[in-house]
């Protein structure tokens, strides 16, 4: 049976705050900020434990080797030589936000039948660039069965491709064909747009979508240049439902007429910037959340705590679920240590539409599982990271170290 799956990037030993994502707000305002890598990792474990205690199938992905000395090795530098940019660039734990992982198209929209997923090419900055080999390897571990599975290099140079979010479904049911819509941007004011139409249109080939069940919308300039640098800042989907920002797409009115057009059974529920500005929006991460639907068949929007601190946000929020809408429930997480760097409760997950017993089940939580984990983060995470430690040759190792333990505790040698 065909269910959808949330895989959660389990938040790194080497997590930190060095600025380095151009156009991320909050990533830019915390740079140089001391990070607290094992609380980070606990909250992760935390939302994932409270999914699971909505109903909801939870599965998690592993941290991928920091610092990154294969890639500074290509450069022909070390960490100890490195640039400070730079190393802090082979530290980067941004793996953590798995929406960055790879596009994914369930087996009931593609030709062959099978689930499709493309691992994303980042390349657009450099410290995110060097991720896709490692997020590879475990993407062909974790859906290794072919029988149910495709799972597909990254779209080449020089169309950045960033994944899950810029990407959202519309279906009736996620075990039904859908509408698979690629969101695409151009210039932001100072800002860089991050996801090209030609790797929307190549995923979309791969993974043999028909092409009446695809849609290209472009994001609003304007909205990137407010620091919305995915579509998932701004709109998330979910079965049926839209909910987005009313200034999310450049041409709002043609966007909505093309997804109604395709799927006529869309609810699109708009926020209207007179009630929360696009500032608002970014700052509480309204719109990265985890737009769900429980067993009872209801919708639910799991969104981080930071949004009850935003008046506007939070009373638009009340207004909506106290009405006839079809989102009915919030479920506020703490995500902080994630959040300050710049991804919300959605950027941390990868949604995976398929048969739970078709996936390596190492990858599939379980409650004894999310203890195991924890206690390895509670024991090798280093409890906190200021910039100037990136230098210090104990914490390579005890980041090496962490990351070797967990991947022990859960039987996943091959990714060492």
């Given at each position: 049976?065909?269910?959808?799956?949330?895989?959660?990037?389990?938040?790194?030993?080497?997590?930190?705050?060095?600025?380095?994502?151009?156009?991320?707000?909050?990533?830019?305002?915390?740079?140089?900020?001391?990070?607290?890598?094992?609380?980070?990792?606990?909250?992760?474990?935390?939302?994932?434990?409270?999914?699971?205690?909505?109903?909801?199938?939870?599965?998690?992905?592993?941290?991928?080797?920091?610092?990154?000395?294969?890639?500074?090795?290509?450069?022909?530098?070390?960490?100890?030589?490195?640039?400070?940019?730079?190393?802090?660039?082979?530290?980067?734990?941004?793996?953590?936000?798995?929406?960055?992982?790879?596009?994914?198209?369930?087996?009931?929209?593609?030709?062959?039948?099978?689930?499709?997923?493309?691992?994303?090419?980042?390349?657009?900055?450099?410290?995110?660039?060097?991720?896709?080999?490692?997020?590879?390897?475990?993407?062909?571990?974790?859906?290794?069965?072919?029988?149910?599975?495709?799972?597909?290099?990254?779209?080449?140079?020089?169309?950045?491709?960033?994944?899950?979010?810029?990407?959202?479904?519309?279906?009736?049911?996620?075990?039904?064909?859908?509408?698979?819509?690629?969101?695409?941007?151009?210039?932001?004011?100072?800002?860089?747009?991050?996801?090209?139409?030609?790797?929307?249109?190549?995923?979309?080939?791969?993974?043999?979508?028909?092409?009446?069940?695809?849609?290209?919308?472009?994001?609003?300039?304007?909205?990137?240049?407010?620091?919305?640098?995915?579509?998932?800042?701004?709109?998330?989907?979910?079965?049926?439902?839209?909910?987005?920002?009313?200034?999310?797409?450049?041409?709002?009115?043609?966007?909505?007429?093309?997804?109604?057009?395709?799927?006529?059974?869309?609810?699109?529920?708009?926020?209207?910037?007179?009630?929360?500005?696009?500032?608002?929006?970014?700052?509480?991460?309204?719109?990265?959340?985890?737009?769900?639907?429980?067993?009872?068949?209801?919708?639910?929007?799991?969104?981080?705590?930071?949004?009850?601190?935003?008046?506007?946000?939070?009373?638009?929020?009340?207004?909506?679920?106290?009405?006839?809408?079809?989102?009915?429930?919030?479920?506020?997480?703490?995500?902080?240590?994630?959040?300050?760097?710049?991804?919300?409760?959605?950027?941390?997950?990868?949604?995976?539409?398929?048969?739970?017993?078709?996936?390596?089940?190492?990858?599939?939580?379980?409650?004894?599982?999310?203890?195991?984990?924890?206690?390895?983060?509670?024991?090798?995470?280093?409890?906190?990271?200021?910039?100037?430690?990136?230098?210090?040759?104990?914490?390579?190792?005890?980041?090496?170290?962490?990351?070797a333990a967990l991947l022990a505790a859960l039987g996943l040698a091959e990714l060492e």
């Amino acid at each position: 049976m065909l269910t959808e799956i949330n895989f959660d990037g389990i938040i790194g030993p080497s997590h930190n705050y060095a600025g380095l994502s151009l156009g991320n707000i909050a990533s830019a305002n915390n740079a140089g900020a001391v990070s607290e890598p094992r609380a980070a990792a606990l909250q992760g474990v935390a939302k994932m434990r409270s999914n699971m205690a909505l109903g909801l199938p939870q599965g998690y992905f592993m941290p991928l080797d920091r610092p990154n000395a294969g890639w500074l090795d290509a450069l022909g530098c070390d960490v100890a030589s490195a640039e400070a940019h730079m190393r802090a660039a082979a530290f980067s734990a941004s793996s953590m936000w798995a929406a960055n992982a790879a596009t994914v198209s369930p087996a009931p929209d593609t030709a062959d039948g099978r689930c499709h997923l493309t691992v994303a090419n980042l390349m657009t900055m450099p410290h995110r660039s060097h991720e896709w080999t490692g997020t590879l390897a475990q993407l062909q571990l974790a859906f290794a069965d072919q029988r149910h599975f495709a799972v597909h290099g990254p779209v080449p140079a020089p169309f950045g491709d960033e994944g899950a979010a810029n990407h959202m479904r519309l279906c009736p049911r996620h075990d039904q064909p859908g509408v698979e819509i690629f969101v695409y941007g151009k210039a932001g004011g100072p800002f860089p747009a991050r996801q090209h139409v030609e790797a929307g249109k190549a995923i979309a080939r791969r993974h043999g979508l028909a092409t009446d069940r695809v849609l290209m919308i472009q994001q609003s300039e304007t909205a990137i240049a407010a620091g919305a640098f995915h579509n998932d800042v701004v709109a998330v989907a979910n079965e049926t439902v839209l909910f987005t920002h009313e200034q999310a797409f450049e041409d709002r009115e043609a966007s909505y007429a093309a997804i109604r057009a395709a799927f006529p059974a869309v609810q699109i529920v708009e926020v209207p910037a007179s009630a929360v500005s696009l500032a608002d929006a970014i700052k509480s991460y309204l719109f990265n959340a985890q737009l769900v639907t429980l067993p009872s068949g209801g919708q639910a929007l799991v969104l981080p705590s930071e949004a009850q601190e935003v008046p506007a946000v939070w009373r638009y929020l009340e207004q909506m679920v106290a009405g006839n809408g079809p989102i009915r429930q919030l479920v506020p997480v703490n995500v902080r240590q994630s959040m300050a760097n710049g991804g919300g409760p959605a950027c941390l997950r990868l949604r995976v539409v398929a048969g739970p017993a078709t996936i390596d089940q190492r990858f599939i939580a379980t409650p004894e599982r999310l203890d195991t984990i924890e206690q390895v983060i509670a024991k090798h995470w280093p409890e906190r990271i200021a910039p100037a430690d990136l230098a210090d040759p104990a914490l390579v190792a005890a980041v090496r170290e962490a990351r070797a333990a967990l991947l022990a505790a859960l039987g996943l040698a091959e990714l060492e």
